[in-house]
């Protein structure tokens, strides 16, 4: 995996994405670097071509928003109502590489801010509880078909009685690789 971070203006870019994108409390619960950070280990994930896209994509939408309708400024500079209608001017854009660009922000942001602990424990998310109760209910219900299931696993084979899977596996491995007979 890359060791990719962001640079300072991808950074100044993130964090304003995410008071535009995420719900308010971002702030109020003091995750919006954390937000930004685990978008960047997701785009460090990425193929380095689509990591570079993404990052121009970002410094394009802070430079685009200098001829917005707002004044002067950069994306990251804008307050949250001209914030919002910047991004909407993207999300709703003049050509479709827009459009997927702030989809992909928004994609990106959304699932960053969803997985944190702090917001999962907010909207009362407890996967590993749910995945402890499942497994246990099923242990229970199938304890019968999963038995069945294990022995017929390791049980001779039936339709060549007398022959051991092990004397099978090893008697290929002295044949060396399988050739066409």
């Known amino acids: 995996m890359s060791k990719y971070q962001h640079s300072a203006a991808v950074r100044r870019v993130v964090h304003h994405l995410v008071g535009v994108l995420c719900p308010p409390d971002a702030a109020d619960l003091g995750i919006v670097d954390d937000v930004a950070n685990h978008m960047g280990e997701m785009m460090a994930a990425l193929p380095a071509i689509m990591r570079q896209g993404l990052v ?7 430079v685009g928003a200098l001829a917005f309708q707002v004044g002067f400024a ?12 910047y991004f909407d001017s993207w999300l709703h854009g003049p050509t479709p590489l827009h459009k997927q660009l702030a989809k992909t922000f928004m994609q990106l942001l959304n699932l960053a801010y969803y997985e944190h602990p702090k ?19 099923r242990l229970t219900v199938f304890k019968d078909a999963i038995a069945k299931r294990e022995t017929a696993l390791i049980a001779p084979d039936p339709l060549r009685p007398g022959v051991s899977i092990h004397s099978t596996t090893r008697a290929r491995a002295d044949k060396g690789p399988r050739s066409w007979r």
């Open 119 to 137: 917001v999962q424990a907010a909207i009362g998310y407890t996967p590993t509880e749910w995945i402890e109760k499942v497994t246990k209910k």
């Open 56 to 62: 121009a994509g970002l410094l394009t939408y802070d």
């Open 74 to 85: 950069r994306a990251h500079q804008l307050n949250a109502t001209d914030g919002n209608r």
